[in-house]
């Protein structure tokens, strides 16, 4: 992969970070998602909520039974996940819900769409084009909107710049380049007070993502699970910027290094991501991860687990009781504060 972007910078000059970025990730011929095995899994290069455990898809249900209700139980109802993985949310979500609605997996990697079809026959399963026409429901993207291409800008003296990658001999390198229009205009309405050095995401591919999934939704809700947060909560890490790579659950190699062999990541600006929605008249609101679990009935259903464990201590037999502590587990990394609980939920609704 690096040998072919190298190739396109000898063609072209340097490239723009999310020309580099959609490469890495998502070129037919080894980019990371696009070429590679299944991704997101035990054995992956990240471990995310719902194969951390079935409950998110379980309280997710609950999120989306609301919805159609609201909706008034609309025929065609249709619950669509944006980035599906393995098909792990929708296997759990779609279980738990007590009717069956239309569902769709719209993914880029075509071993997770290769997955999902094998597990859950029942689901439409789309490339990154989507399913054609509008439809109601509920569209869930989790983790999926931080892997989205931006470009880098670093705030200087004298104004924005531009980090466009080159190449130098053998290997490709960060170079300086002016600032567009469009990444400047972005930058003036969501970067912030950034410091003289700072480094800012622009995440134009994210809000051209949510204009487009709003355009496809009649009625009903879009739930982006992910890390990040406000323009103005993201301030703090704009010294170095967040973009940054993952292999085997650990932080990888710089982003230049292994482009096709890491995944690329970069916090989500939710207040880019809600004004895009607003802007296609959708309400927003956003709220922890924790918070949002726990108003779904999840905090009950740990007490009520631990209640039952510590039973199970006096009375019960040890198999019973290591489930039990093992589901508590599982609850408890979904809403730990300092991990997947401190993730930003924003739903966009109509
Ligand atoms: C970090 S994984 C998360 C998978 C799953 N949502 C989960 O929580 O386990 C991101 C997934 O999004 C997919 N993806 C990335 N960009 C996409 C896009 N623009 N459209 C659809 N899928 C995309 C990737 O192929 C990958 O499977």
């Known amino acids: 992969m690096k040998e072919r972007i190298a190739a396109e910078i000898a063609r072209r000059g340097p490239i723009p970070f999310e020309r580099f970025m959609e ?108 399913p054609p026409g509008r439809f109601r429901g509920v569209v869930i ?65 994210a809000a051209a993502w949510m204009d487009r999934t709003a355009g496809l939704l009649e009625a009903g809700s879009i739930l982006v699970i992910d890390y990040g947060g406000t323009a103005e909560g993201l301030l703090p890490r704009r010294r170095e910027g967040t973009l940054r790579t993952y292999r085997s659950h650990l932080p990888g190699p710089h982003p230049l290094d292994a482009p096709g062999a890491s995944d690329l990541t970069s916090d989500v600006n939710f207040t880019a991501l809600m004004e895009a929605a607003m802007e296609r008249g959708m309400e927003c609101e956003m709220v922890r991860q924790d918070e949002f679990l726990a108003a779904l009935g999840l905090a009950d259903r740990l007490k009520r687990l631990r209640r039952k464990e510590l039973e199970l201590a006096r009375t019960g037999g040890p198999m019973e009781r290591l489930r039990v502590r093992s589901k508590v587990k599982e609850i408890e990394t979904l809403i730990d504060p300092r991990g997947l609980g401190g993730f930003r939920i924003l739903t966009a609704r109509r």
Do not use: K
């Not at 139980?73 to 949310?89: C, H, I, R, T």
């Not at 769709?104 to 859950?120: C, D, I, T, Y």
């Open 23 to 130: 490469m890495a990730l998502y070129d037919p011929d080894g980019g990371y998602f696009a070429a590679g095995p299944l991704r997101s899994h035990e054995r992956g290069d990240f471990l995310t909520s719902p194969e951390v455990s079935t409950e998110f898809g379980i309280a997710l249900a609950r999120f989306v039974e609301r919805e159609y209700h609201r909706l008034g139980g609309p025929p065609g109802f249709m619950v669509m996940e944006a980035g599906a993985g393995s098909g792990s949310l929708l296997a759990s979500l779609l279980d738990a819900l007590p009717f069956t609605p239309r569902a769709a997996a719209v993914e880029a990697s075509p071993a997770a769409r290769e997955a999902v079809g094998a597990r859950l026959p029942q689901v439409e399963v789309y490339p990154r084009s989507g």
């Open 141 to 205: 993207a989790n983790e999926m909107v931080d892997n989205l291409p931006v470009a880098v800008a670093v705030r200087g003296a004298e104004g924005w710049s531009e980090r466009w990658v080159g190449a130098d001999g053998a290997g490709l390198v960060l170079v300086e380049a002016p600032v567009r229009p469009e990444v400047s205009v972005w930058l003036d309405a969501y970067a912030g007070e950034v410091p003289v050095g700072g480094v800012v995401e622009c995440q134009l591919e």
